[in-house]
Structure formats: structure tokens, C-alpha cells
């Protein structure tokens, strides 16, 4: 299937227009025309080859959404003309009890990224920024109808790495819910916190995302330009979810946290975090780590999405944009999220 896209043919080098080939279709595959496909920092990371060494040319995104095209002969989950999204990953093991258990994020033989990564035939695995893509059905969801579709592309990485912790953790009514930085990740964990019927409170360096973070459900909003601030908010939480990647002093965060409750680490920093075991231990509190969803859970959290119209907030562009939505998004110029027009490819 012949393919448009961006791509970047190394690591110092601009997204620029790319035309490839995407694999024939498979039994169990389906192809679908790309409608939006969301920018994710993870994206210039990649590109930018600042995670290690990167395949290049590289295709990247990873935040998908479009229309069936065409089926394979023996799928049944999807039929041409339905929504479908993909996220962070194409494929997994299929085998390992993470996998069984619907947990293909932490499958133990790794899953398989949608791009910078060989797929099962050994092929470079092209990603979102395109017109059209081709996955296996068992590695794709469906989107609720009632979706404004820009908004939804997002929900395929960012949505799904906030929506998890909640879930896991049990937010619910009557749970005191944190979220550290309101940029693309943590403007999620507030509409989803808000929505499981939590108390929300966002920490933010910005004073002036106030009124964003209420707009979008919080119930407070504590600047953290002074530090001294945070000891108004000790013991108070049951769950607070750092989305920063910023070496911060986590100490800090740690004491807001009431008996038995958890921080959890989802924006990754540059530094190892330095905890006070003695903070830990007065009030058997937990630090822990969690990334995206598998595709149950993923699933689940649409229908969540179509339940209580939740959508990321997002600033549309076309293609030819992209190099500096890539500039705008380190120097968090976006209001939350950059998704491409699929039309502009």
C-alpha cells in the first residue's frame, strides 16, 4: 500500500515529506485512512534520537485515529467505515502471562513499538504521521461515535498513560487526587480524576494555568514556585500522579501523601529520584512507576471517554507545520496537545 508521511532521515534532521510502503494486508489486519495523529513529546525524543540509537528514516506517532478502509479475510472486530485508533504499540508476545492478561505493555519478550522498532517480519515499523496505516485487529480499539476525532488522537498515549494509574489505584469519589504539571499528560489525569469523581488538586510551576485546571475540574490549584506552599498540603492525598519529567525534589511530594497513600512516577526524569526512606516509613506510603494501558484497558477508557465526552484539548495543524509544533512543544507553547490533519499528508 502505497503510503505519504513525514519522516526524518536522522537525528539532526527536519521532518520532511516521505512516501513509503506499508505492508499488503493480512488476514487479520485492517487498513484505515489516518484522520489525526497526535504529537507526543516521546515523538522528538525519537526523532531527535535523545533515547538511544533510532531507525532512521523514521515515521513517527503514535497517537492514530482514522476510518476502516479494508479488512483481511478473517477479521471480525472492525468492519470499513468504523472508527479505529492505535497508540504506542502493534503488536506483543501474544503469549507471556502479561500478554494473557491483557497487559501487553509489560510484555515480557517487549512489545512492539508503532515505530522506531522491527516488526515481526523484521520490517521498520512506520508510525502515524500519514495517510493511511495497516495494523492487526487484536492491536486496535474502537472509537465511540459521539468523539470529535482531533481530540480523541491524544487519548491513544495520553489519555491511556493517566487513565491507568487512576484505575489502578482506585481513584474514585472521595479519593484526594494529585497532579503534578498540567501539560499534555497531566491535563488528562485532571478531566479523568474529576470524572472517577475525585478531589483534584494540580501542582503547577505556572500561576498562570489556574484557570485551565479549574475550567477543566480541579477543585484546587497550589503554584509551586514557592515550595513552602506544600506544607499546607501534607498527609492530605491518596494518590498524586507526577507527569513531570523535571528533576524535582520528590521529598517534598512524598509527605503530601496520606497513610498508605502512593506517589506515582509517569513523566520520566533525567535523574534517578532521591527519596527519604523515613518519609516512606511514618505513614507506609509507596513511590511506583506506571506507562500506558493494554489494549482491554484501552478500550475501557474510550468508552469511558464516550460516557463523559472527554477529549484532550488540542490545537490542530497541518502537516507542514510540524517541525515547528516539534519546537513549540519542547518549549511547552501548546495548549495540550499539537494532532496533525490526516488530509494534509
Given at each position: 500500500m502505497q503510503s505519504r508521511g513525514l519522516a526524518v532521515h536522522g537525528a539532526n534532521?527536519?521532518?520532511?515529506?516521505?512516501?513509503?510502503?506499508?505492508?499488503?494486508?493480512?488476514?487479520?489486519?485492517?487498513?484505515?485512512?489516518?484522520?489525526?495523529?497526535g504529537i507526543c513529546h516521546s515523538d522528538i525524543h525519537q526523532a531527535r534520537e535523545e533515547w538511544g540509537p533510532a531507525l532512521f528514516p523514521m515515521v513517527p506517532g503514535h497517537e492514530i485515529v482514522g476510518h476502516v478502509s479494508a479488512t483481511g479475510s478473517k477479521v471480525?472486530?472492525?468492519?470499513?467505515?468504523?472508527?479505529?485508533?492505535?497508540?504506542?504499540?502493534i503488536d506483543s508476545c501474544?503469549?507471556?502471562?502479561k500478554c494473557l492478561a491483557g497487559l501487553q505493555q509489560y510484555c515480557d519478550n517487549g512489545m512492539t513499538p508503532t515505530y522506531n522498532a522491527l516488526d515481526s517480519e523484521g520490517n521498520v515499523a512506520m508510525g502515524g504521521?500519514?495517510?493511511?496505516?495497516v495494523v492487526n485487529e487484536d492491536y486496535a480499539v474502537h472509537v465511540p461515535?459521539?468523539?470529535?476525532?482531533?481530540?480523541?488522537?491524544?487519548?491513544?498515549?495520553?489519555?491511556?498513560?493517566?487513565?491507568?494509574?487512576?484505575?489502578?489505584?482506585?481513584?474514585?469519589?472521595?479519593?484526594?487526587?494529585g497532579v503534578m504539571g498540567l501539560g499534555g499528560l497531566g491535563h488528562m489525569g485532571v478531566k479523568f480524576a474529576k470524572a472517577l469523581g475525585a478531589t483534584v488538586t494540580v501542582f503547577s510551576h505556572s500561576p498562570g494555568k489556574k484557570a485551565d485546571a479549574l475550567l477543566m475540574g480541579a477543585?484546587?490549584?497550589?503554584?509551586?514556585?514557592?515550595?513552602?506552599?506544600?506544607?499546607?498540603?501534607e498527609s492530605q492525598f491518596d494518590l498524586i500522579l507526577n507527569t513531570v519529567s523535571a528533576n524535582l525534589e520528590m521529598n517534598l511530594y512524598v509527605k503530601l501523601l496520606k497513610v498508605d497513600g502512593t506517589l506515582v512516577a509517569i513523566g520520566l526524569p533525567s535523574?534517578?529520584?532521591?527519596?527519604?526512606?523515613?518519609?516512606?516509613?511514618?505513614?507506609?506510603?509507596s513511590v511506583a512507576g506506571s506507562q500506558i494501558g493494554g489494549i482491554p484497558e484501552t478500550q475501557e477508557m474510550l468508552d469511558f471517554c464516550g460516557k463523559h465526552n472527554i477529549v484532550s484539548d488540542v490545537e490542530v495543524i497541518s502537516a507542514d507545520y510540524a517541525n515547528t509544533a516539534y519546537d513549540r512543544t519542547v518549549a511547552s507553547d501548546v495548549k495540550y496537545r499539537f494532532v496533525i490533519d490526516g488530509k494534509t499528508f
Open positions: 534532521s527536519p521532518l520532511v515529506p516521505f512516501e513509503f510502503e506499508r505492508r499488503e494486508l493480512g488476514a487479520n489486519d485492517v487498513s484505515f485512512d489516518i484522520a489525526f495523529a471480525t472486530k472492525f468492519a470499513v467505515g468504523q472508527r479505529i485508533g492505535v497508540g504506542v504499540f501474544r503469549t507471556c502471562d504521521y500519514s495517510n493511511t496505516f461515535e459521539n468523539l470529535s476525532l482531533p481530540g480523541v488522537a491524544p487519548l491513544l498515549c495520553a489519555g491511556i498513560t493517566l487513565y491507568s494509574p487512576l484505575k489502578h489505584w482506585g481513584a474514585t469519589s472521595g479519593s484526594h487526587v477543585d484546587h490549584f497550589v503554584s509551586t514556585a514557592d515550595p513552602k506552599e506544600l506544607k499546607n498540603y535523574k534517578p529520584y532521591s527519596i527519604n526512606v523515613g518519609t516512606l516509613l511514618t505513614a507506609r506510603r
